[in-house]
Protein backbone atom coordinates (compact mmCIF):
# COMPACT_ATOMS: atom_id res chain seq x y z
CA UNK A 1 0.00 0.00 0.00
CA UNK A 2 1.41 3.58 -0.81
CA UNK A 3 2.40 5.02 2.50
CA UNK A 4 2.46 8.65 0.91
CA UNK A 5 0.47 10.15 -2.67
CA UNK A 6 1.15 13.65 -3.78
CA UNK A 7 -1.40 16.27 -3.85
CA UNK A 8 -1.04 18.56 -6.79
CA UNK A 9 -2.96 21.46 -7.47
CA UNK A 10 -2.80 21.08 -11.69
CA UNK A 11 -4.44 24.32 -12.25
CA UNK A 12 -1.74 25.68 -14.24
CA UNK A 13 -0.22 22.40 -15.27
CA UNK A 14 -2.20 21.65 -18.51
CA UNK A 15 0.35 22.67 -20.92
CA UNK A 16 2.71 20.34 -19.08
CA UNK A 17 3.17 16.56 -19.14
CA UNK A 18 4.67 15.22 -15.64
CA UNK A 19 6.55 12.38 -14.43
CA UNK A 20 5.44 10.32 -11.61
CA UNK A 21 8.25 9.01 -9.25
CA UNK A 22 7.76 6.51 -7.29
CA UNK A 23 9.49 5.79 -3.94
CA UNK A 24 10.12 2.07 -2.83
CA UNK A 25 12.27 1.45 0.23
CA UNK A 26 14.81 -0.76 -0.52
CA UNK A 27 13.80 -3.10 2.64
CA UNK A 28 10.63 -3.85 0.17
CA UNK A 29 12.35 -6.16 -2.47
CA UNK A 30 12.88 -8.50 1.15
CA UNK A 31 9.41 -9.33 0.96
CA UNK A 32 9.20 -10.03 -2.33
CA UNK A 33 9.66 -13.81 -2.87
CA UNK A 34 8.14 -15.01 -6.06
CA UNK A 35 7.20 -13.97 -9.21
CA UNK A 36 3.74 -13.56 -8.51
CA UNK A 37 4.56 -11.48 -5.91
CA UNK A 38 6.49 -9.26 -8.08
CA UNK A 39 4.15 -9.12 -10.89
CA UNK A 40 0.89 -8.09 -8.41
CA UNK A 41 3.63 -5.45 -7.22
CA UNK A 42 3.78 -4.18 -10.69
CA UNK A 43 0.06 -4.55 -11.20
CA UNK A 44 -0.25 -2.16 -8.14
CA UNK A 45 2.05 0.32 -9.51
CA UNK A 46 1.03 0.80 -13.12
CA UNK A 47 -2.42 1.00 -11.50
CA UNK A 48 -2.15 3.46 -9.03
CA UNK A 49 0.27 5.41 -12.17
CA UNK A 50 -3.15 5.29 -14.12
CA UNK A 51 -5.20 6.43 -11.64
CA UNK A 52 -3.72 9.74 -10.84
CA UNK A 53 -6.49 12.10 -9.26
CA UNK A 54 -5.17 14.37 -11.36
CA UNK A 55 -6.78 15.74 -14.94
CA UNK A 56 -3.54 16.25 -16.92
CA UNK A 57 -4.32 17.32 -20.62
CA UNK A 58 -0.79 16.35 -22.36
CA UNK A 59 -0.67 13.29 -19.60
CA UNK A 60 2.38 11.03 -18.61
CA UNK A 61 5.75 11.10 -20.69
CA UNK A 62 7.61 9.61 -18.27
CA UNK A 63 7.52 7.19 -15.19
CA UNK A 64 10.49 6.91 -12.58
CA UNK A 65 11.33 4.35 -9.64
CA UNK A 66 13.25 5.89 -6.82
CA UNK A 67 15.22 3.03 -4.64
CA UNK A 68 18.70 3.30 -3.38
CA UNK A 69 18.79 -0.69 -4.18
CA UNK A 70 22.25 -2.66 -3.13
CA UNK A 71 24.04 -6.01 -4.21
CA UNK A 72 21.93 -7.94 -2.26
CA UNK A 73 18.53 -6.72 -3.33
CA UNK A 74 19.64 -6.20 -7.00
CA UNK A 75 18.09 -9.47 -8.62
CA UNK A 76 14.94 -8.76 -7.71
CA UNK A 77 14.67 -4.80 -7.93
CA UNK A 78 15.63 -5.52 -11.44
CA UNK A 79 13.46 -8.25 -12.45
CA UNK A 80 11.03 -5.72 -11.45
CA UNK A 81 12.13 -2.74 -13.28
CA UNK A 82 12.28 -5.24 -16.39
CA UNK A 83 8.76 -6.31 -15.81
CA UNK A 84 7.15 -2.59 -15.02
CA UNK A 85 9.14 -1.60 -18.00
CA UNK A 86 7.37 -3.77 -20.28
CA UNK A 87 4.15 -3.02 -18.45
CA UNK A 88 4.37 0.82 -19.91
CA UNK A 89 6.02 0.33 -22.86
CA UNK A 90 2.31 -1.38 -24.07
CA UNK A 91 1.25 2.46 -23.79
CA UNK A 92 4.41 4.07 -24.85
CA UNK A 93 5.76 5.41 -21.79
CA UNK A 94 9.70 4.88 -21.16
CA UNK A 95 10.73 3.71 -17.38
CA UNK A 96 13.74 5.70 -16.01
CA UNK A 97 15.90 4.98 -12.60
CA UNK A 98 17.27 7.53 -10.42
CA UNK A 99 20.97 6.72 -9.65
CA UNK A 100 23.11 7.90 -6.47
CA UNK A 101 26.97 8.99 -6.61
CA UNK A 102 27.86 5.96 -5.60
CA UNK A 103 26.30 3.69 -8.24
CA UNK A 104 27.14 6.09 -11.17
CA UNK A 105 30.88 5.36 -9.92
CA UNK A 106 30.86 1.94 -9.47
CA UNK A 107 28.83 0.45 -12.07
CA UNK A 108 30.32 -3.25 -12.35
CA UNK A 109 29.84 -3.58 -8.96
CA UNK A 110 26.44 -2.49 -8.18
CA UNK A 111 24.60 -3.07 -11.56
CA UNK A 112 23.10 -0.70 -14.12
CA UNK A 113 19.18 -0.98 -13.83
CA UNK A 114 17.27 -2.18 -17.14
CA UNK A 115 15.75 1.45 -18.03
CA UNK A 116 15.77 3.89 -20.35
CA UNK A 117 17.33 6.57 -19.01
CA UNK A 118 19.10 7.38 -15.19
CA UNK A 119 18.66 10.21 -13.00
CA UNK A 120 21.66 11.31 -11.42
CA UNK A 121 20.55 12.38 -7.47
CA UNK A 122 23.71 14.99 -6.41
CA UNK A 123 23.10 15.26 -2.65
CA UNK A 124 22.81 12.99 0.39
CA UNK A 125 26.88 12.52 0.14
CA UNK A 126 27.72 12.88 3.47
CA UNK A 127 27.98 11.39 6.35
CA UNK A 128 24.28 12.13 8.17
CA UNK A 129 24.93 10.59 11.42
CA UNK A 130 28.41 11.83 12.10
CA UNK A 131 27.54 14.77 14.87
CA UNK A 132 30.65 16.48 13.19
CA UNK A 133 29.70 16.24 9.52
CA UNK A 134 28.85 19.77 8.42
CA UNK A 135 26.39 19.06 5.58
CA UNK A 136 25.58 15.72 4.54
CA UNK A 137 22.98 16.55 2.08
CA UNK A 138 26.05 18.42 -0.19
CA UNK A 139 29.73 19.61 0.16
CA UNK A 140 32.17 20.27 -2.11
CA UNK A 141 34.73 17.85 -0.51
CA UNK A 142 32.08 15.03 -0.71
CA UNK A 143 31.07 14.79 -4.18
CA UNK A 144 34.90 15.81 -5.47
CA UNK A 145 35.75 12.12 -3.53
CA UNK A 146 33.49 10.95 -6.73
CA UNK A 147 35.83 12.41 -9.23
CA UNK A 148 36.48 11.74 -12.02
CA UNK A 149 32.86 9.55 -13.09
CA UNK A 150 33.19 6.55 -15.24
CA UNK A 151 31.00 7.30 -18.57
CA UNK A 152 27.75 5.51 -17.15
CA UNK A 153 25.93 2.96 -19.48
CA UNK A 154 22.97 5.11 -19.13
CA UNK A 155 22.13 8.80 -20.25
CA UNK A 156 21.87 10.60 -17.04
CA UNK A 157 19.40 13.49 -16.46
CA UNK A 158 20.64 15.29 -13.01
CA UNK A 159 18.48 16.36 -9.81
CA UNK A 160 20.49 19.28 -7.95
CA UNK A 161 19.72 20.11 -4.03
CA UNK A 162 17.92 22.75 -2.41
CA UNK A 163 16.32 22.08 1.02
CA UNK A 164 16.75 22.00 4.28
CA UNK A 165 16.17 19.43 7.31
CA UNK A 166 17.34 19.34 11.27
CA UNK A 167 19.24 16.07 12.08
CA UNK A 168 18.61 14.95 15.51
CA UNK A 169 21.19 13.14 17.83
CA UNK A 170 20.11 11.53 21.05
CA UNK A 171 22.69 10.23 23.51
CA UNK A 172 25.13 10.57 20.68
CA UNK A 173 23.45 8.44 18.20
CA UNK A 174 21.49 10.20 15.29
CA UNK A 175 17.60 9.18 15.74
CA UNK A 176 15.23 11.14 13.27
CA UNK A 177 15.09 13.72 10.11
CA UNK A 178 12.85 16.97 10.74
CA UNK A 179 12.15 18.29 7.27
CA UNK A 180 12.05 21.72 6.14
CA UNK A 181 13.73 22.73 9.39
CA UNK A 182 15.81 25.99 9.22
CA UNK A 183 18.30 27.54 11.33
CA UNK A 184 16.57 30.77 11.71
CA UNK A 185 13.75 28.87 13.29
CA UNK A 186 15.43 27.67 16.09
CA UNK A 187 17.16 31.33 16.60
CA UNK A 188 14.57 32.90 17.55
CA UNK A 189 12.98 30.06 20.10
CA UNK A 190 13.91 30.14 23.23
CA UNK A 191 13.35 26.34 23.40
CA UNK A 192 16.54 25.69 21.69
CA UNK A 193 20.38 27.11 22.31
CA UNK A 194 23.12 27.59 19.44
CA UNK A 195 26.18 25.87 20.79
CA UNK A 196 28.04 26.20 17.42
CA UNK A 197 27.13 27.38 14.16
CA UNK A 198 23.87 25.32 12.56
CA UNK A 199 24.25 23.02 15.82
CA UNK A 200 21.87 23.45 18.90
CA UNK A 201 20.65 21.77 21.91
CA UNK A 202 17.24 21.68 23.48
CA UNK A 203 16.86 23.75 26.71
CA UNK A 204 13.64 22.11 27.53
CA UNK A 205 11.07 19.16 26.45
CA UNK A 206 9.05 20.10 23.83
CA UNK A 207 7.52 19.22 20.70
CA UNK A 208 8.46 20.27 17.18
CA UNK A 209 7.48 19.94 13.82
CA UNK A 210 5.20 16.90 15.27
CA UNK A 211 8.10 15.37 17.56
CA UNK A 212 8.55 15.39 20.98
CA UNK A 213 12.18 16.41 21.52
CA UNK A 214 14.36 15.71 24.83
CA UNK A 215 15.95 18.26 27.32
CA UNK A 216 19.51 17.43 26.08
CA UNK A 217 19.08 16.64 22.19
CA UNK A 218 20.86 18.29 19.88
CA UNK A 219 20.33 19.25 16.32
CA UNK A 220 22.46 19.77 13.34
CA UNK A 221 20.57 21.93 10.80
CA UNK A 222 21.85 21.25 7.28
CA UNK A 223 20.67 23.66 4.27
CA UNK A 224 21.13 23.83 0.47
CA UNK A 225 20.26 26.74 -1.35
CA UNK A 226 21.96 29.29 -4.07
CA UNK A 227 25.32 28.40 -3.47
CA UNK A 228 24.73 24.17 -3.22
CA UNK A 229 22.53 24.45 -5.88
CA UNK A 230 25.62 25.98 -8.78
CA UNK A 231 28.25 23.98 -7.00
CA UNK A 232 26.34 20.48 -7.82
CA UNK A 233 25.49 22.01 -11.51
CA UNK A 234 28.92 22.84 -12.29
CA UNK A 235 29.85 19.27 -10.80
CA UNK A 236 27.84 17.66 -13.33
CA UNK A 237 28.63 19.85 -15.75
CA UNK A 238 32.22 18.98 -14.80
CA UNK A 239 31.57 14.79 -14.67
CA UNK A 240 28.77 14.04 -16.86
CA UNK A 241 30.01 14.07 -21.01
CA UNK A 242 27.62 16.16 -22.79
CA UNK A 243 24.41 15.35 -24.45
CA UNK A 244 21.81 16.82 -26.87
CA UNK A 245 19.33 16.80 -23.52
CA UNK A 246 19.33 16.77 -20.48
CA UNK A 247 16.46 16.94 -18.20
CA UNK A 248 17.53 19.23 -14.72
CA UNK A 249 15.46 18.83 -12.03
CA UNK A 250 15.32 20.35 -8.49
CA UNK A 251 14.37 18.74 -5.23
CA UNK A 252 12.31 20.12 -3.68
CA UNK A 253 9.80 22.51 -5.25
CA UNK A 254 7.87 24.42 -2.47
CA UNK A 255 6.57 27.46 -2.08
CA UNK A 256 9.60 28.75 -0.13
CA UNK A 257 11.80 28.18 -3.12
CA UNK A 258 12.38 30.90 -4.92
CA UNK A 259 12.10 32.89 -1.83
CA UNK A 260 15.50 31.69 -0.41
CA UNK A 261 17.20 31.33 -4.12
CA UNK A 262 15.84 34.45 -6.25
CA UNK A 263 15.33 34.15 -10.36
CA UNK A 264 18.59 35.31 -11.56
CA UNK A 265 20.39 32.72 -9.35
CA UNK A 266 17.79 29.97 -10.53
CA UNK A 267 18.65 30.78 -13.97
CA UNK A 268 22.71 30.83 -13.35
CA UNK A 269 22.30 27.44 -12.07
CA UNK A 270 20.47 26.44 -15.39
CA UNK A 271 22.64 28.05 -17.72
CA UNK A 272 25.64 26.00 -16.42
CA UNK A 273 24.16 23.09 -18.66
Known sequence: MPLASIQIDST?????????????????????????????????????????????????????????????????????????????????????????????KYPQRTGVPPVARGMLMLYNVGQLEDWAEDNSIFSDPAVAAYAPLPRYPLHLDVVLPAFSWGVLFREGEMIRLLNDLRAETLRSDARFEEIAPRRFRVQKSTYLNGHYLYQGDLLRIETCGAPELLAAAQFARRQLPRAAQRWVAIYHLHPGLMKAVSEEQMEAVFGVF
Open 12 to 104: HLSKLKLVPVVFITNRTWDHVESEEQLQELVRRIFYKIDNLAVPLVNGISEVQIDCDWNQSTRRVYFNFLKALAQRLAEINIPLSATIRLHQC
